[in-house]
């Protein structure tokens, strides 16, 4: 029942945001949306699937064989309080953010040579090794991300959250640790579990299903 309402809410606000259209593709995203169009980097970005018939996925998420560790399987579920999401809730997000919600941050958790190969618009890097000192994060530097980027606010050496964003983390699949360990090191720093929202398909699913990437 709750996922029911939740995927009433999302097709709710994307319908709200003039997302729906009577295009003719042939592949769309669900049976009620043909495309999105979200702001990467100050552009409009239009999201839709892939309409070749021809079309593969892209070979960097087609192995099937990774030595584990590191590429282990993720669990469903993360940590308790943080919510697992899909395509469609992603998309939700995206459309938010882009119709001026500045409480909403989709971030790409993985390091600078994956987000070369292509990434979600709308997205914004913030590799996992930025936020984790044992990777040789700076701590004056994370306290700059948590504060300017992310809106918390630190009071005599302690972490107010109460009006940082909602993270949305993904990185490139169930087989990938880069977004789990950036949720994993904000809970560690107080970060709300509620606030922290696990895209845990990831870009292979996201490529898997056609979605468009942006570089």
């Not at 709200?16 to 980097?41: P, Y």
């Not at 593969?56 to 560790?69: L, Q």
């Not at 913030?126 to 991300?145: C, H, N, R, S, V």
Request: net charge neutral.
């Amino acid at each position: 029942m709750k996922k029911h309402y939740l995927l009433i809410i999302v097709l709710t606000s994307l319908a709200c945001s003039s997302v729906f259209s009577s295009t003719g593709l042939d592949v769309k995203i669900s049976n009620e949306i043909d495309f999105v169009d979200v702001k990467h980097k100050g552009k409009i970005v239009r999201i839709q699937r892939n309409q070749s018939p021809d079309h593969i996925i892209n070979p960097d998420y087609a192995k099937t064989s990774r030595k584990c560790p590191p590429f282990c399987i993720q669990p469903g579920k993360l940590a308790e309080g943080v919510e697992t999401i899909g395509e469609l809730e992603v998309l939700d997000y995206l459309v938010r953010m882009t119709n001026g919600d500045i409480s909403i941050l989709v971030i790409d958790s993985r390091t600078e040579g994956w987000v070369k190969k292509g990434t979600i618009p709308g997205s914004t890097n913030i590799p996992w090794t930025l936020l984790k000192q044992e990777a040789g994060a700076d701590p004056f530097e994370i306290a700059d991300i948590l504060e300017d980027r992310f809106g918390a606010v630190s009071i005599e050496g302690l972490w107010d959250f109460s009006n940082a964003k909602t993270l949305v983390l993904f990185c490139n699949g169930q087989w990938c640790g880069q977004s789990p360990s950036n949720i994993k090191t904000l809970l560690r720093f107080g970060y709300p579990a509620h606030k922290l929202k696990w895209y845990r398909g990831g870009m292979q699913n996201w490529e898997s299903l056609g979605l468009t990437v942006v570089k």
